[in-house]
């Protein structure tokens, strides 16, 4: 039998460390040891455990681990942030710490559930960790029971719509468009970004009815009630309204959907749209080869696990080919930030 090598050894090793790399990351940012490093870089460890009020074998644990997962560096007796860690120091409601509280609080645990919710092809995470002892039976009705899982949450969407919603406007000219549909597009981010950007566009989004209450509270505080309105409806039962759209968006909606399901809602995109106008994807899709990247993985696993019975990441090739099925034309693919491809599809003047 041959000897593994040294080498894979230490790789093999280093992936099972991972599972206690997070919760030491986790741990120092709640405990605000970044915040400290960066204000008081070169601090030793009896000054980092007299600041964060603990005892003395805790504060040993912490450094330890942190220094040993490279979450900070030791330079003789002081300690010093990395760059990466020094992006999750002060504003803790800042992107990357709301991440990471988010993760937390609402993955660590249910992904831990990976492997039953593989074998049984059920979100079982979700049952088994978030929804434990519960009487809630979907993820929103918890949020709606628990105070803070909502605050994580709501935090965690507000900041990824923004992101999303910002490389959208920079990636794809809307000007063109007349009246935007914005499937399942939450309390209005998307549509709200349309209409501030491009003053003469029309939005109109449809959510879930409890939703599209709230996005309707936000186009109102914003003063767009009079270019941008929620409708709530059964996106996936009821047809789209056919009210002269030119431009159907969908962000970030089409992973927690089957095949099947996705194929229906380009069907009725199809319908809905006016000849010449456009669908536009905005998608955390996996590569043509399936092997990556990784964000694509972690949404895999968090729709798999949590979010849908039903869905999983596509690829930009799958969108292309069932909207092409539907009598769409492809226009172009567009990578503008670190997680999304931005698909956009044409219905054919004479289709």
């Excluded at 080498?7 to 120092?28: C, G, I, N, Q």
């Excluded at 292309?320 to 044409?346: C, K, M, N, S, Y």
Aim: hydrophobic share 40%; net charge negative; glycine share 6%.
């Amino acid at each position: 039998m041959t000897e593994p090598s040294a080498t894979a050894m230490d790789e093999l090793w280093k992936l099972v460390y991972t599972s206690f790399r997070f919760p030491f990351l986790h741990a120092a940012q709640r405990l605000e040891l970044f915040t400290l490093l960066k204000e008081r870089p070169g601090s030793t460890l009896d000054e980092i455990t007299t600041e964060l009020g603990l005892e003395e074998r805790a504060g040993h644990v912490l450094m330890l681990g942190c220094s040993a997962f490279e979450l900070v560096r030791k330079d003789g007796d002081g300690y010093h942030n990395t760059p990466a860690t020094d992006l999750l120091a002060g504003d803790q409601d800042a992107f990357m710490p709301v991440i990471v509280r988010y993760t937390h609080e609402m993955l660590y645990r249910p992904v831990a559930w990976l492997y039953e919710s593989l074998v049984n092809n059920e979100n079982l995470g979700l049952h088994r960790e978030l929804l434990a002892g519960s009487s809630a039976t979907t993820l929103y009705e918890r949020l709606a029971e628990d105070e803070n899982l909502e605050k994580v949450f709501t935090a965690m969407m507000e900041h990824q719509s923004r992101s999303v919603v910002e490389d959208l406007v920079e990636a794809v000219d809307f000007s063109a468009y007349q009246r935007v549909l914005d499937v399942g597009g939450g309390t209005g981010t998307n549509s709200i970004g349309f209409a501030q950007r491009w003053p003469h566009l029309r939005a109109t989004i449809l959510e879930l009815p409890n939703v599209a209450k709230m996005a309707n509270e936000r186009i109102a505080e914003a003063g767009l009630s009079d270019r941008v309105r929620a409708v709530g409806t059964d996106i996936m039962a009821d047809e789209f309204p056919t009210s002269s759209h030119d431009c159907v968006v969908y962000s970030r909606f089409l992973e927690i959907w089957s095949p099947e399901q996705v194929r229906d809602l380009f069907a009725k995109t199809y319908r809905a749209l006016e000849p010449g106008g456009h669908m536009v994807i905005v998608a955390v899709a996996q590569d043509d080869e399936e092997t990556g990247p990784a964000h694509a993985a972690f949404m895999s696993a968090y729709v798999h696990t949590v979010a849908s019975p039903e869905g999983r990441t596509y690829t930009p090739r799958e969108f292309e080919q069932w909207f092409t099925e539907a009598g769409f034309e492809p226009v172009d693919r567009l990578h503008p930030g670190r997680f999304d491809v931005i698909l956009r599809a044409r219905k054919p003047v004479a289709g």
